[in-house]
């Protein structure tokens, strides 16, 4: 009868089941495979915060590589007084730029006689090229052709330390922007008889011709290096048997008993206003004040460098 008519394939005998139906999700579940985890949105070639990353990075490494041309340029120093006084200093230099048609005085007599001397070349250029030449400067007629600071690995600085038959004296700065402030750590370092200078990669500044200016010409002979990293290259001359000292207005012993000034020894210098940043603080072994009349404000970093291996230098005088 048309009333007791069955769909074929609506009904299915139990005993007679083979399996589940195909698309059921039972016989073709085995072969799925995971495909683990949602990957990040900027990990997502289609997503925005995938374009948006990939941006970014390529900002990042043009500006790197802007950075990296900039400290393989050669610097060139403009102005009279400047050109002597870098002259004068021994600063390495390449070429001495005159301009065409000058009022020569004596600044600009010592310094073609300097720069003779010295074998330097002496070119003379039409005004508008050394405008060009020292971008747009108040050059007076005269620019000093400075070549890029060739920097010392961080490990040649305790092997030349080593070998000098001295504990090793090593002094790092920690966020010290300004050049004269580093060109006169420089020269505190090679009076006292510091064997090499550690600076930051970043947030630090670097050996131009202000630095050398103000070294008086003693970063021709101090080593200096920079450190990619500079708490974990800290970290790596602690475990060469170095003690790290930092500078610091509250620190847990003064100048007066800086005991070990004697062995072999980092001094970390901080910036100025804000001092040892908190990773290097924590880096060192002891934190070292300079005690001083009440109502003045803290040192110059430089100047604070100064007192503390003036004192170091004296305790190993006297105990040598």
């Known amino acids: 009868?048309?009333?007791?008519?069955?769909?074929?394939?609506?009904?299915?005998?139990?005993?007679?089941?083979?399996?589940?139906?195909?698309?059921?999700?039972?016989?073709?579940?085995?072969?799925?495979?995971?495909?683990?985890?949602?990957?990040?949105?900027?990990?997502?070639?289609?997503?925005?915060?995938?374009?948006?990353?990939?941006?970014?990075?390529?900002?990042?490494?043009?500006?790197?590589?802007?950075?990296?041309?900039?400290?393989?340029?050669?610097?060139?120093?403009?102005?009279?007084?400047?050109?002597?006084?870098?002259?004068?200093?021994?600063?390495?230099?390449?070429?001495?730029?005159?301009?065409?048609?000058?009022?020569?005085?004596?600044?600009?007599?010592?310094?073609?006689?300097?720069?003779?001397?010295?074998?330097?070349?002496?070119?003379?250029?039409?005004?508008?090229?050394?405008?060009?030449?020292?971008?747009?400067?108040?050059?007076?007629?005269?620019?000093?052709?400075?070549?890029?600071?060739?920097?010392?690995?961080?490990?040649?600085?305790?092997?030349?330390?080593?070998?000098?038959?001295?504990?090793?004296?090593?002094?790092?700065?920690d966020g010290v922007t300004d050049p004269r402030n580093l060109g006169a750590v420089v020269r505190s370092a090679a009076a006292f008889g510091a064997h090499g200078v550690l600076l930051p990669q970043r947030r630090s500044a670097s050996v131009t011709a202000v630095a050398w200016r103000t070294s008086a010409g003693t970063a021709a002979r101090m080593p200096i290096a920079i450190a990619t990293n500079l708490t974990r290259q800290l970290r790596e001359w602690a475990e060469e048997g170095l003690m790290v000292v930092g500078l610091d207005a509250d620190g847990d012993v003064d100048v007066d008993h800086l005991d070990l000034a004697t062995g072999p020894l980092v001094v970390v210098v901080g910036s100025e206003g804000r001092g040892l940043s908190r990773l290097v603080k924590e880096t060192c072994d002891q934190t070292v004040s300079i005690p001083m009349a009440s109502g003045v404000e803290s040192l110059n970093a430089s100047v604070a460098a100064g007192v503390v291996l003036a004192e170091v230098a004296r305790r190993r005088r006297v105990e040598g």
């Open 1 to 173: 009868m048309a009333g007791n008519s069955k769909r074929r394939g609506a009904m299915r005998n139990p005993g007679s089941k083979k399996g589940a139906v195909v698309g059921s999700g039972g016989q073709k579940s085995k072969g799925l495979q995971g495909k683990g985890p949602t990957p990040k949105a900027s990990e997502r070639p289609n997503h925005p915060a995938y374009k948006r990353a990939q941006a970014k990075a390529k900002v990042e490494q043009v500006r790197g590589q802007r950075r990296k041309a900039a400290e393989n340029a050669p610097e060139t120093v403009a102005g009279r007084n400047p050109v002597v006084e870098c002259l004068r200093a021994g600063i390495p230099a390449t070429a001495l730029y005159v301009a065409l048609g000058i009022d020569a005085d004596d600044r600009v007599a010592e310094a073609v006689k300097l720069a003779a001397d010295r074998g330097i070349s002496v070119l003379e250029v039409q005004r508008g090229e050394l405008d060009r030449i020292t971008g747009g400067a108040m050059h007076q007629g005269l620019g000093l052709q400075v070549p890029p600071y060739e920097y010392a690995d961080p490990r040649e600085l305790l092997e030349t330390a080593r070998q000098s038959g001295t504990h090793p004296l090593l002094v790092a700065l």
